[in-house]
């Protein structure tokens, strides 16, 4: 970013929400390791500054599909931490009442469509968003969040053909962390920059450093302005760190010592703190508070998803289309 | 009432459902300006504009899956997959997405989604464009699957179809496209999940679907003529099975055939079997017998491809099997 100057209310508020995402994240982190938690568990810590950055660019009503590791985009578009808490617990208030979990929130009240459990399955949801968007005439946009390892799937060049195409009011935005699953981009791509991809379907493309949430938001502004004008879609690749496995418990045997030391040295959170504190933007006082502010409230909404009560049986049929003895 | 071919119901249904609803649309590979392979389109992109009848690249996964972010956000596309061979390349959108929504999201999304397709034999279309792959899609909760007989039931369902608010595979017969028969003009609607009695009969049932339904007429006439009656019933829905309707006709003949086009093996005759077998055990009078293609691709040699497929001769023989002492 040119050393312009920083919007201080804006940049404690990006800040405050990558403190929120992250203490929300550890906190599920130790409750599925304490075993309070059924399932398995993607995290997001070290990629925080793409969820704050990306959202803070959105509307309030604009559309996101995001991924299994996609608890931070749902946090930073404003989700219910408490409703969050209780999906990712199995309790019957959760966003999708216990039928989801921690790989698959849907909050539609804040515009997230849906999480995916499958790489690269929800891009095509998106640029058909989108679409809809286009035909019923109305002005926002649809967001598609997906990793590297998502760029390696038909699906991805399927909807980056068509969304071109067809001019959609879509967002591809790449969470490049360097890894699919455990597997390196060196080992799973043949073109490892994703902007570059980009250029074959002749869709506009930013490469962004991810750590950064207030570089991510610039980017995402500038990418938005030709996608609402309905000039057509376009693809912001922010490159990040992903700090944790690809899911909790994975020991990461696949990464060097140094490299998980490099990953923590990026941490997003620490970094911008430090920044706001050189620019004169925020004191010692003020980063301890917004973390006490986001630990409060963690800890509220985890309490409230463990006394929460689990799904009654009987329901577990419910939202099924029919049973098939059919009409007998 | 006029006579319409088969095709031109289905053009009729998605014309009407289009001009009675602005939120219909139509996604897939040709169905714009060619009008569709078949003809099922023709005509509908010159009157409702490209923004809604709109031709896609060959990117099944991709059609299906914008019609389910689509229909999330309140448009009710109809795709059109070409061949339901074609629906290999659809089934993780269909399976583990399009089924899933409602369930996963909580009832937070509703998903109006129509896949249109089109499966037929004995025209030597060969081991990759002729499979009745219904049975893959049955065995998945969350989805309605139709095989309309005829005419009046390629319009009635289709439209029952695109006003359902879940997704719905209609599985049509390019064999039976150009089957005239009367259709009804007006707004003609059949339920999704009810089976139909299309000719009386007392001594055996033979609960069939799609082209086989054809098959099963031909044979029941042939029958008569022997002294015979039977019984046929249009399934019409391959999921949900519409029960209620076999085991009442079973009251009568306690004896059952079910024939379809698919191969026997894990088909939807298979379930339907096993489900009388459970409830209506005792209603029987014979074991119940399946007619459908035989386990093997569909050839293309037209003398290969008949000693496959299921024909009248097999429902015949099925028939006499469970009269026999």
Redesign the interface.
């Known amino acids: 970013m040119p050393a312009e100057e920083i919007d201080g209310a804006l940049a404690r508020r990006l800040l405050a929400t990558m403190q929120l995402i992250r203490a929300f994240e550890e906190a599920v982190r130790d409750h599925f390791a304490a075993r309070h938690i059924p399932g398995f568990i993607h995290l997001s810590i070290g990629q925080e500054a793409v969820a704050a950055g990306l959202a803070s660019a959105l509307e309030r009503d604009d559309?996101l599909?995001v991924t299994h590791r996609g608890h931070g985009h749902v946090i930073a578009k404003g989700a219910d931490l408490k409703r969050v808490a209780a999906e990712i617990f199995g309790k019957a208030a959760?966003?999708?009442?216990?039928?989801?979990g921690s790989m698959?929130i849907?909050a539609?009240e804040v515009g997230i469509?849906?999480a995916?459990?499958?790489v690269g399955?929800g891009?095509?949801?998106?640029?058909?968003?989108?679409?809809?968007?286009?035909?019923?005439g109305r002005r926002q946009v649809?967001v598609a969040v997906f990793g590297d390892g998502a760029v390696s799937t038909?699906?991805f060049h399927?909807?980056a053909?068509?969304a071109s195409?067809?001019r959609l009011p879509l967002l591809l935005l790449c969470e490049n962390n360097g890894y699919a699953e455990f597997t390196p981009l060196s080992v799973h791509a043949a073109v490892e920059s994703v902007a570059e991809r980009a250029a074959a379907y002749r869709l506009p493309a930013w490469r962004v450093d991810g750590q950064d949430p207030l570089a991510v938001r610039a980017t995402v502004r500038e990418a938005l302005v030709r996608v609402r004008a309905g000039e057509g879609p376009a693809l912001v690749e922010c490159l990040t760190w992903r700090v944790r496995g690809h899911y909790e418990g994975d020991p990461q045997r696949y990464r060097s010592s140094a490299e998980l030391e490099e990953a923590t040295a990026h941490d997003p959170l620490r970094l911008f703190a430090e920044r706001l504190r050189r620019e004169g933007l925020l004191n010692e006082a003020e980063e301890a508070e917004l973390a006490a502010q986001a630990r409060q409230a963690v800890a509220e909404a985890i309490a409230y998803a463990q006394e929460a009560t689990f799904p009654d049986p009987a329901s577990a049929l419910?939202?099924?289309?029919?049973?098939?003895?059919?009409?007998? | 009432m006029a006579e319409k071919r088969y095709v031109r119901a289905v053009n009729e249904a998605l014309c009407e459902e289009m001009e009675r609803d602005p939120a219909v649309?139509l996604l897939g590979v040709d169905v714009g300006a060619p009008g569709g392979p078949f003809g099922a389109t023709r005509g509908l992109q010159e009157r409702f504009g490209p923004?809604?009848v709109?031709d896609?690249?060959i990117?099944e996964?991709?059609?299906?899956?914008?019609?389910?972010?689509?229909?999330?956000?309140?448009?009710r596309?109809v795709v059109e997959i070409m061949f339901m061979d074609f629906l290999a390349l659809v089934m993780?959108?269909l399976v583990?997405?399009a089924a899933k929504?409602?369930?996963?999201?909580?009832?937070?999304?509703k998903l109006p989604l129509v896949v249109r397709t089109q499966t037929g034999y004995r025209d030597s279309a060969g081991p990759q464009h002729a499979q009745s792959l219904e049975a893959w899609l049955?065995h998945v909760?969350?989805?309605?699957v139709v095989m309309p007989s005829g005419p009046c039931e390629a319009k009635g369902l289709l439209k029952a179809a695109i006003r359902d608010d879940?997704p719905v595979i209609v599985v049509e017969n390019r064999t039976l496209y150009a089957l005239a028969e009367e259709v009804p003009d007006d707004d003609y609607v059949l339920p999704l999940?009810?089976a139909a009695i299309k000719r009386e009969g007392r001594d055996v049932t033979i609960a069939s679907i799609g082209v086989m339904v054809r098959e099963a007429l031909a044979a029941a006439e042939a029958l008569a003529g022997r002294g015979i009656s039977c019984e046929v019933i249009d399934l019409r829905?391959a999921?949900?099975?519409?029960?209620?309707?076999v085991?009442t006709s079973l009251e009568k003949t306690n004896r059952l055939v079910i024939a379809h086009s698919a191969t026997r093996c894990g088909g939807v005759g298979a379930?339907l079997a096993a489900?009388l077998g459970e409830?209506a055990f005792y209603m029987l009078d014979a074991p119940i017998m399946r007619v459908g293609a035989a386990f093997a691709p569909i050839p293309f040699s037209p003398p290969l491809e008949r000693a496959i497929v299921p024909d009248r001769a097999a429902i015949i023989a099925a028939v006499e099997r469970v009269l026999a002492p």
């Open positions: 559309y599909y959760g966003y999708c009442r216990g039928r989801g698959h849907a539609f469509l849906g995916n459990g499958v399955a891009l095509p949801h998106a640029a058909g968003a989108a679409w809809a968007l286009q035909l019923q649809a038909g699906l399927e909807t053909n068509i195409l067809w419910e939202d099924v289309l029919y049973q098939p003895s059919g009409a007998g | 649309c923004q809604r709109r896609t690249p990117s996964a991709a059609v299906v899956g914008l019609a389910i972010g689509a229909a999330t956000l309140g448009l596309p993780d959108q583990n997405q929504m409602r369930y996963m999201t909580g009832g937070q999304a049955t909760p969350g989805l309605k879940n999940e009810r829905s999921n949900p099975l519409d029960l209620q309707t085991r379930e489900a409830e």
